[in-house]
């Protein structure tokens, strides 16, 4: 099949010694009635063009709050985030946001909802040419027979199809995924798995994806490496792991391989060592 072809091709690497993003001693912090409040700090983090990096840990750990700061709508109290070598000034069209509420436009059909987008951010192009992006886009997560309707007579899982459709089509280098999947049931979150990479691996794996999750195997499944936090406040970065299984995954199989396990049991002890079995006892 066409996607088995598209799914064997090799992952980009850092081209002329350049990180797709950086980030160097990123410290966030909120003014707070009660004074300063450090939600994260000390995160420093290098990514290279193409990879799908999950960042995981407890609720109230800052992962909305980096990604905020990558997407340009929090400033750092210090250090910075470089894209392609250039510090985030501010929000911009080389980012792409999906969040796990949707954020459709109500009054717009499916296909209005991507194509507004299009022709906001892709100046450029003709309009014929939006048109064929967001058919494209459309028929990508399989929802043709339902572009013209509004998104209340869609379900949640066809909504989240727009919102990544529509995140890929405006085209941009980075895509900011803040817990997409996290609304879904786990069978509707398991073919939302499949219809990213399918979208990851139709721009030749080229786009650099940082997904914000609490689900393990989710983070497993689709991610190169796994940044994993400490608690907040103050939190930082505990340890990044490496996911060393080869593309493509198949959800069944890798569920046996030893590095699968070993990887879960260590992500499982990263994150519930402070958790014990007696907690649950009293
Ligand atoms: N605008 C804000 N003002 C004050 N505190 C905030 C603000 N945004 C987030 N926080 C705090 O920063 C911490 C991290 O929040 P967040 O990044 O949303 O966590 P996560 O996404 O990991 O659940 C939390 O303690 C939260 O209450
Ligand atoms: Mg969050």
Redesign the pocket.
Known sequence: MENNLVLEMPSPTVKNGEWSMQIRNLKIA?D?PKGE?V?VKNINLNVKQGEIISII?H???????ILNAIGGFIKPAKGEVLLSGQPVKGPGPDRGFVFQHYSLLPWFSVYKNIFEAVDSVLKKVSKEEKKQIVERYINAVGLASHKHKLPSEISGGMKQRVAIARAFAINPKYLLLDEPFGALDALTKSSMHIELLKLWNMDNRSKTILM?THDIEEAIFLSDRIVVMTN??AATIREIVEVNLQRPRNKKEIAHEPEYIRTRDHLISLLMDKVSILDYKK
């Open positions: 909120f707070t409040f939600a840990g609720s109230g750990c800052g992962k909305s709050t914000v907040g406040p």
